[in-house]
């Protein structure tokens, strides 16, 4: 059983509901004096959560056109190493939450059908991310 599906071989759905809600929050740190409004410094901008999930999608449709998963399993894998350039600690590019998102779901991905399942959790945590407000000015 993969950890994206239930017992039944059902995508759980706490992965596009719940769970990627949460996971979209987490990304950003709110101003303690403002909650309107978030710290730049420690919140994932717009621009990097596009640039990751972009990458993914071109994968995506890459696994898709070659019908060869293993030929492009590893260019998946590579992308751990862009999540741990990004978060480096003398200048964070994106915030460690959700480095630590990138890594465990990519350590997650063996098979065609991992891969499916993450981008459907990814696509979900977008779509919570982009609905959090003060998101879009980032």
């Given at each position: 059983m993969s950890y994206y599906r239930d017992k039944d071989g059902?995508?759980?759905?706490?992965?596009?509901?719940?769970?990627?809600?949460?996971?979209?929050n987490s990304f950003v740190k709110r101003n303690p004096r403002d909650e309107r409004k978030l710290?730049?410094?420690?919140?994932?901008?717009?621009?990097?959560?596009?640039?990751?999930?972009?990458?993914?999608?071109?994968?995506?449709?890459k696994v898709d056109e070659e019908?060869?998963?293993?030929?492009?399993?590893p260019f998946i894998k590579m992308e751990k190493s862009k999540a741990h350039y990004a978060a480096n600690?003398?200048?964070?590019?994106?915030?460690?939450?959700?480095?630590?998102?990138?890594?465990?779901?990519?350590?997650?991905?063996?098979e065609k059908p991992d891969f499916k399942d993450f981008m459907l959790h990814f696509e979900a945590v977008v779509g919570f991310f982009y609905g959090i407000p003060g998101v879009g000015k980032n």
């Open positions: 059902n995508i759980r759905i706490d992965l596009l509901d719940a769970e990627a809600y949460s996971l979209a710290i730049d410094k420690e919140s994932l901008s717009s621009a990097q959560m596009r640039r990751f999930y972009g990458k993914f999608k071109l994968l995506e449709k019908k060869n998963f293993p030929k492009i399993k600690p003398s200048k964070p590019k994106i915030p460690k939450s959700f480095k630590n998102f990138l890594i465990e779901n990519i350590d997650r991905i063996e």
